[in-house]
């Protein structure tokens, strides 16, 4: 007779992770990093991922470009290694989907683990020092910075830099030279802008700007 007391054990459901960097040195640190936790299921480069994580230096246009379109075409909530955050960025990052923030100096297995669960749940994993950051802009929002130009929920001082040379005329060469910016950041700020404020093109940009006081 089978002993009644052979039973399996309950199976942890493991989260399906993909890691996104923008140098493969990188990329594959993080991977070595999670694929010796069991509650991890790293995902190739194709196939669905519950939670999707980015390593990145600093967040310039060309970053949250790959941010928006790793959490868009994956429809799965990020976790951000990251080597600074500026105050201004801090809102349009949590927007794009992003759960957890964790510094690079800080990236350690356990740390990368954690963060991955958190998320995975839903749930939010911020750094101390930016969460209390975070809850600073939230108050000002509530106490009309909403309607200050450089604003994460309008337009950030950069946008209103472009705009405001946009309006003057100046083309995206002419604009880049002007801000020391390359012609592809200056592409990628007016799409980034028309993108999330649904606005057509670059004249309905510039009336949106000056409706709304930036310029």
């Not at 942890?12 to 993909?18: D, I, K």
């Not at 194709?46 to 310039?60: M, W």
């Not at 105050?87 to 990236?107: K, P």
């Amino acid at each position: 007779m089978i002993p009644s007391s052979v039973s399996s054990a309950p199976k942890t459901t493991r989260v399906r992770v993909s890691v996104t960097a923008h140098d493969p040195i990188s990329r594959e640190g993080v991977r070595s990093q999670l694929r010796r936790h069991p509650e991890v299921e790293l995902t190739e480069d194709s196939g669905p991922a519950a939670v999707a994580l980015l390593v990145e230096d600093v967040l310039d246009e060309s970053a949250l470009a790959r941010l928006r379109r790793v959490v868009r075409s994956e429809g799965s909530r990020a976790v951000l290694v990251v080597g600074t955050v500026r105050e201004n960025e801090l809102l349009d990052v949590i927007e794009c989907g992003v759960g957890a923030i964790v510094w690079r100096r800080e990236a350690t297995a356990q740390r990368l683990v954690q963060a991955v669960l958190t998320t995975a749940k839903g749930g939010g994993d911020l750094p101390s020092d930016l969460l209390g950051r975070l809850i600073g802009q939230v108050g000002r929002l509530h106490r009309g910075g909403a309607e200050q130009p450089g604003s994460a929920l309008g337009l950030t001082p950069r946008e209103v830099d472009v705009l405001r040379l946009v309006s003057e005329g100046l083309d995206t060469a002419e604009i880049a030279t002007k801000l020391s910016y390359s012609e592809r950041t200056v592409k990628n700020v007016m799409h980034g802008l028309t993108t999330r404020l649904h606005l057509r093109n670059r004249s309905h940009a510039v009336a949106y700007a000056l409706r709304e006081g930036y310029i």
